[in-house]
């Protein structure tokens, strides 16, 4: 039982099983109430895509700040971050209550409401996490995310049964979770004792704000441009492609955020990252070599031809690459130069749909230019990369109890972090 018991300790304290529980919850919450709450179930889907808003949101004002050690060293984080989350709580409802009187204007206030209700409940639980993976431990802080999963799907499947609203489920274990949270001592404020205002709060890190804005402007444009140019067809196939690499997704997203959590101490070789790179061939291999598992997705995707199913999955092999190394980027670029790399890699992205609508009039000339521009991409943040080392420039961490972070050359980043600190476990 000892090897087991180690290796679920081991899972827990990894941002895989986060991924992968978030992912199953939201599942779970959409197809229960496909079976037993259709009445709702379009309020339950936009709810779906709209809890996207508390996690970039919290990612970039609190997470990142503190993985690129921009926030004061006398500031309490606990209150820090919860003055961001009070912050962000207002827009956040006004977007999601907008967003469903447009997508769903044949439903009532109330529905808008409680639907935008687990959005904004979502926004405190995902700023603690960051403060307390940095003031207490990533242990602690990946059960904020994983007891709120667990504890959704089992409330989701009761109210399923009992005919209660499923798309509530969340709020119960939300507010149990914060309810745990917000007792006196169960987050330590850090080792300052500063309390920033709110507007200095989130100025940290509005730049890391603004350049995931302009990520998420391109992952809403991209399914619109690939209707534009190639039809229904385009959208249906890079829906299916993208439901099946969906494994892929989770280990991807695990393995950037304990980039995020790690900051400056992470490492490039880490167990996460390697499972991102088996599960990207384990999937290609399985779409490429089954007709038979592609018409399962969708019946475009199995006439599409193994051409193109080709070119994506190069495409997600550059994507990860990219997404690696914007990360690393960010962590140890100036904000300003980050908000510079960021901003240019998505003109490439851009410019690359810009090209799509002049030439490609098919689903593999679309995803051709999809493998093209993140190769572009690539190549774009590794000169980046060269011309941050070439500067000497560094951003200086605050005092937590954490290594600071001086000025030095990405080389010595790379070798110093072959192998982890003396002292500290190889996370998993």
Same mark, same amino acid.
């Given at each position: 039982?000892?090897?087991?018991?180690?290796?679920?300790?081991?899972?827990?304290?990894?941002?895989?099983?986060?991924?992968?529980?978030?992912?199953?919850?939201?599942?779970?919450?959409?197809?229960?109430?496909?079976?037993?709450?259709?009445?709702?179930?379009?309020?339950?889907?936009?709810?779906?895509?709209?809890?996207?808003?508390?996690?970039?949101?919290?990612?970039?004002? /609190?997470?990142?700040?503190?993985?690129?050690?921009?926030?004061?060293?006398?500031?309490?984080?606990?209150?820090?971050?919860?003055?961001?989350?009070?912050?962000?709580?207002?827009?956040?409802?006004?977007?999601?209550?907008?967003?469903?009187? /447009?997508?769903? !204007?044949?439903?009532?206030?109330?529905?808008?409401?409680?639907?935008?209700a687990p959005v904004?409940?979502?926004?405190?639980?995902?700023?603690?996490?960051?403060?307390?993976?940095?003031?207490?431990?990533?242990? *602690?802080?990946?059960?904020?995310?994983?007891?709120?999963?667990?504890?959704?799907?089992?409330?989701?499947?009761?109210?399923? @049964?009992?005919?209660?609203?499923?798309?509530?489920?969340?709020? !119960? #274990?939300?507010? @149990?979770?914060? #309810?745990?949270?917000?007792?006196?001592?169960?987050?330590?404020?850090?080792?300052?004792?500063?309390?920033?205002?709110?507007?200095?709060?989130? *100025?940290?890190?509005?730049?890391?704000?603004?350049a995931a804005a302009?990520?998420?402007?391109?992952?809403?444009?991209?399914?619109?441009?690939?209707?534009?140019? #190639?039809?229904?067809?385009?959208?249906?196939?890079?829906?299916?492609?993208?439901?099946?690499?969906?494994?892929?997704?989770?280990?991807?997203?695990?393995?950037?955020?304990?980039?995020?959590? $790690?900051?400056?101490?992470?490492?490039? *070789?880490?167990?996460?990252?390697?499972?991102?790179?088996?599960?990207?061939? @384990?999937?290609?291999?399985?779409?490429?070599?089954?007709?038979?598992?592609?018409?399962?997705?969708?019946?475009?995707?199995?006439?599409?031809?193994?051409?193109?199913?080709?070119?994506?999955?190069?495409?997600?092999?550059?994507?990860?690459?990219?997404?690696?190394? @914007?990360?690393?980027?960010?962590?140890?670029?100036?904000?300003?130069?980050?908000?510079?790399?960021?901003?240019?890699?998505?003109?490439?992205?851009?410019?690359?749909?810009?090209?799509?609508?002049?030439?490609?009039?098919?689903?593999?000339?679309?995803?051709?230019?999809?493998?093209?521009?993140?190769?572009?991409?690539?190549?774009?943040?590794l000169g980046r990369?060269?011309?941050?080392?070439?500067?000497?420039?560094?951003?200086?961490? !605050?005092?937590?109890?954490?290594?600071?972070?001086?000025?030095?050359?990405? #080389?010595?980043?790379? *070798?110093?972090?072959?192998?982890?600190? $003396?002292?500290?476990?190889?996370?998993?």
């Open positions: 039982m000892g090897p087991v018991v180690d290796a679920g300790r081991r899972l827990q304290r990894s941002q895989l099983s986060v991924q992968a529980l978030a992912r199953l919850c939201s599942v779970s919450v959409f197809l229960l109430a496909s079976w037993a709450d259709t009445e709702r179930l379009a309020l339950v889907a936009l709810q779906g895509t709209l809890l996207a808003l508390p996690y970039t949101l919290m990612e970039s004002l /609190v997470g990142r700040p503190l993985s690129a050690g921009l926030v004061p060293a006398g500031w309490s984080l606990d209150a820090w971050a919860r003055r961001v989350a009070a912050a962000a709580m207002l827009p956040v409802g006004v977007i999601g209550f907008l967003s469903a009187s /447009v997508a769903l !204007p044949e439903t009532g206030v109330a529905d808008r409401l409680l639907m935008v904004v409940l979502q926004l405190p639980l995902e700023a603690l996490f960051w403060s307390t993976a940095r003031t207490r431990s990533t242990q *602690r802080a990946n059960l904020i995310p994983q007891l709120v999963a667990v504890g959704t799907v089992l409330t989701g499947v009761a109210f399923a @049964a009992t005919d209660v609203r499923v798309d509530v489920a969340a709020v !119960p #274990a939300q507010t @149990a979770v914060l #309810a745990w949270l917000l007792l006196p001592g169960s987050v330590p404020a850090g080792p300052g004792g500063v309390r920033p205002g709110v507007w200095a709060s989130v *100025r940290v890190g509005s730049v890391y704000c603004v302009v990520d998420l402007a391109y992952s809403v444009a991209l399914p619109s441009v690939a209707g534009a140019v #190639a039809g229904q067809t385009a959208v249906v196939v890079l829906r299916a492609l993208d439901l099946a690499f969906g494994p892929f997704h989770v280990a991807l997203s695990a393995s950037t955020r304990e980039d995020i959590v $790690a900051g400056r101490d992470t490492r490039w *070789r880490t167990g996460t990252r390697g499972l991102t790179v088996v599960a990207l061939l @384990a999937v290609s291999a399985v779409v490429l070599g089954s007709e038979r598992v592609r018409a399962l997705l969708a019946a475009d995707l199995a006439t599409v031809g193994t051409a193109a199913v080709a070119l994506y999955c190069g495409y997600k092999g550059f994507l990860a690459a990219a997404t690696w190394l @914007a990360t690393r980027h960010m962590i140890w670029a100036p904000p300003r130069r980050f908000l510079v790399s960021a901003i240019g890699s998505r003109a490439i992205a851009f410019g690359g749909l810009a090209v799509s609508a002049v030439w490609a009039g098919q689903v593999g000339g679309l995803v051709l230019q999809l493998l093209l521009s993140e190769a572009l991409v690539v190549c774009w943040f990369i060269r011309l941050t080392r070439g500067s000497g420039t560094g951003t200086p961490a !605050p005092d937590t109890g954490r290594r600071q972070a001086v000025p030095v050359e990405l #080389a010595d980043v790379i *070798r110093a972090e072959e192998a982890p600190p $003396a002292g500290r476990a190889v996370p998993f």
